[in-house]
């Protein structure tokens, strides 16, 4: 069996979280994959598990390395995905990523077998229910978030897949099959 490297975005609040937490909980052949970062650990958070946590100086040396499918800086610190975990993974599980689009088209670029999904809301005023009902965002949360989102949506042609999520059991099992397809 042929495994896959997925990089999944879509607009916040559409599920995508969800879904890749599910299908990681449930199948032992799919991993997430495990950024490297430069900000300091967080408590409870394990080096390996939750990032790479790397000096600046060893992130710069990978950066050189070009051991980065793809990386950004966030907040003053560096955050990337490492091709080495990536391909070393590969030989035994596919490995999803949840990416923004920019950090996806990176990845299709330095690991053109990269697959690219693109998870949508049924409708744009359904995304928009569905942030409003989250109550966790004020009105300029949730107008940026909507900007945002027309941004990532703006980019669905360069994807390999789009899936809806409308039922998230079959949003579920629309990434499995991708995953098996592949
Ligand atoms: P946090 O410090 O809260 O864990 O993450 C801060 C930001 O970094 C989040 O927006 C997260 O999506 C982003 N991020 C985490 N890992 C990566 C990565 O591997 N590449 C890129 N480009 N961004 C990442």
Known sequence: MKHVLLAVSGPSGVGKGTMVKT???RRSDVVESVSCTTRPPREGEVHGKHYFFLSREEFERRIQEDDFL?????FGNYYGTPKSFVRETLKTKSVIMEIDVVGSL????????????MVVPPSVDELKRRLSGR???TE???QGRLARMEYELSHKHLYDYIIVNDDLEKAIADLCKIIDGE
């Open 140 to 142: 300029e949360q949730i």
């Open 70 to 74: 793809e990386y950004d800086e966030h």
């Open 106 to 117: 990176e990845a299709k670029k330095s690991f053109p077998e990269c697959k690219l999904v």
């Open 135 to 137: 109550g966790s965002e």
């Open 23 to 25: 299908i990681i909980e």
